[in-house]
């Protein structure tokens, strides 16, 4: 496995600047996740790792190796592709043992190490099957047996769930961390789903427009969000207009809550950003952000409500099922914050106050 360092690298398309100096540092053995809507350039960085990409300026290292002028071929690399990209003209056998024969290893080895990744990724009994006799999820299984078969230094893997149905892809999130934690290899995967990355990373970079915006665990980008963008990427996040005074949140209805944290950025407006989660639907006696509920949907664990406050914006919040009649559009309720998980950003969304 090697280390990956991405030094100030740049990629440009004629005169249009896809990726403007981008650093970033992919630990050994890490399942490192590039995640962001698409065109924000994560497989355009990934196809440069690869060499699949020129680079217009920059360095990216393997270790201490810089592999801009390394052919692909020479990167000792495994890919997995959306597609599959599979041979139809060959077995499942044949298919895995293709890198190794490739590299002219003796027929003993071959077979060893053919043998061995048929056991991991649990396709044993398809060996001799072509893979048009696969599904999806099987044909899956064999790209990733090929690939890891040759002991790459580093897995690079563009949106490869993407073709199966949601119950296939949750099998094979698991089946990805498992193996890649199993052979403890450095991974670079992409990603434009949210919850596929935070389910299978070590690290996720949140990328927009060539630029990452943040890099952190899965937990510390949901929680801590850098700027509204990755808040709301992220999840799904309330983005309620509020001013802080002090240390003193005041939405426009007047309501205030103490911010302990903040009691040193002065008087401003901000945007405060409120999971559906981090909401709490109290008696309208109560005092909060007052509220009139104008919709619910039940889904079996959870309810979500959808509330007008009344200054006239609609929050969406969240709240575990219980065995009580669910409020009816109507009803008016009284709104809490859980204060220690709510994020504060500047006004324009590009700095989380919190992580200052």
Request: proline share 3%.
């Amino acid at each position: 496995m090697a280390k990956i360092s991405v030094k100030n690298v740049i990629k440009k398309y004629g005169e249009n600047t896809v990726i403007p100096k981008l650093s970033v540092e992919i630990g050994k053995g890490e399942l490192f996740t590039l995640l962001g809507p698409s065109g924000c350039g994560k497989t355009t960085l990934l196809r440069m790792i690869a060499g699949f990409n020129s680079i217009e300026g920059g360095d990216i290292f393997f270790d201490d190796k810089r592999i801009n002028d390394v052919d692909p071929s020479k990167r000792n690399i495994g890919m997995v592709f959306q597609n599959y990209a599979i041979f139809p003209n060959m077995t499942v056998r044949a298919n895995v043992a293709f890198g190794l024969k490739n590299r002219k290893l003796d027929k003993a080895e071959v077979t060893k190490r053919t043998e061995e990744f048929l056991e991991l990724m649990q396709i044993k009994q398809y060996a001799d099957r072509m893979p048009e006799r696969l599904s999806g999820g099987q044909q899956q299984r064999v790209a990733l047996a090929r690939a890891l078969v040759i002991k790459p230094d580093v897995l690079l893997m563009d949106e490869p769930l993407s073709n199966l149905d949601a119950k296939l892809r949750l099998e094979m999130r698991r089946v990805i961390r498992n193996t890649q934690k199993n052979v403890g290899i450095t991974t670079v995967y992409v990603t434009h789903d949210q919850e596929e990355a935070m389910a299978i990373s070590d690290k996720i970079a949140i990328m927009k427009e060539g630029v990452i915006q943040q890099i952190g665990t899965s937990k510390f980008v949901y929680q801590r969000p850098s700027n509204t963008f990755v808040a709301n990427f992220i999840g799904r996040s309330n983005m309620v207009e509020a001013e802080l005074d002090n240390g003193t949140l005041i939405f426009k209805s007047g309501y205030k809550t103490g911010f302990e944290p903040l009691r040193k950025e002065g008087k401003k407006p901000v945007i405060c950003s409120i999971r559906p989660e981090e909401f709490v639907i109290c008696d309208n006696s109560q005092e909060g952000i007052k509220g009139i509920v104008k919709e619910s949907m039940y889904l079996g664990l959870n309810t979500h409500y959808f509330v007008e406050l009344n200054w006239g914006e609609t929050v969406e919040i969240i709240e575990e099922s219980s065995v009580d009649d669910i409020m009816e559009p109507g009803k008016e309720v009284s709104l809490r914050i859980k204060e220690n998980k709510v994020n504060i950003f500047e006004a324009d969304g590009s700095k989380n106050l919190l992580m200052s």
